[in-house]
T-cell receptor, first 120, second 113 residues
């Protein structure tokens, strides 16, 4: 089984402060993702990565940046947190597909346990 | 605009009955569709994947159908148990573009003993 660890699991912060969420995987899966989940919106992709130093935007990327300096770690940063970024954030890896061309992988996603962020 | 609708926010059924959840989509031609289960406070867990050329997929008490003409997938849990109570999400492959999976908002299933 793929192992994903998200940290921190819970965080409360003030508007305007920077926040970094970390996702760590124990296997060398190529594709990693950051989603946010909000009532009435379902899971929405923020950013994803298809390899070390290779990242791309999802549908709700404004206000977020990511970095992947090692295969196992994918960081999500809120440079200046806003109340609209209060959400539950999930990291996921793609465990089911080979992944061909950039961004065109298939397969099931394996999710972490989530990081609940509250911005006051 | 592209849209995924899951039949209802909440569905209550009696233990032992078959639960049927619906996922309808518009403006897509997905190559495949996935179903996930999510328990409160946990991440989604993958259940089943069905491809566009497959009409039906089964796994134990779970069955998924995929009708690309109706643009609909049905997710069935037979002989439902209280332990099946959870939120179920459908997700579509958008086929083109970098963001492959597009998730519905989920249906919260409660199986009443």
């Amino acid at each position: 089984d793929a192992g994903i660890t998200q940290s921190p699991r819970h965080k409360v912060t003030e508007t305007g402060t920077p926040v970094t969420l970390r996702c760590h995987q124990t296997e060398n899966h190529r594709y990693m993702y950051w989603y946010r989940q909000d009532p009435g919106h379902g899971l929405r992709l923020i950013h994803y990565s298809y390899g070390v130093k290779d990242t791309d935007k999802g549908e709700v990327s404004d206000g977020y940046s990511v970095s992947r300096s090692k295969t196992e770690d994918f960081l999500l940063t809120l440079e200046s947190a806003t109340s609209s970024q209060t959400s539950v954030y999930f990291c996921a890896i793609n465990t089911g597909g080979a992944g061909g061309a950039r961004g065109s992988q298939t397969g099931e996603l394996f999710f972490g346990e989530g990081s609940r962020l509250t911005v006051l | 605009s592209q849209k995924i609708e899951q039949n209802s926010e909440a569905l209550n059924i009696q233990e032992g009955k078959t639960a049927t959840l619906t996922c309808n989509y518009t403006n897509y031609s997905p190559a495949y569709l996935q179903w996930y289960r999510q328990d409160p406070g946990r991440g989604p867990v993958f259940l089943l994947l069905i491809r566009e050329n497959e009409k039906e997929k089964r796994k134990e008490r779970l069955k998924v159908t995929f009708d690309t003409t109706l643009k609909q997938s049905l997710f069935h849990i037979t002989a439902s148990q209280p332990a099946d109570s959870a939120t179920y999400l459908c997700a579509l492959d958008k086929r083109s573009g970098a963001n492959n999976l597009f998730f519905g908002t989920g249906t919260r299933l409660t199986v009443i003993p």
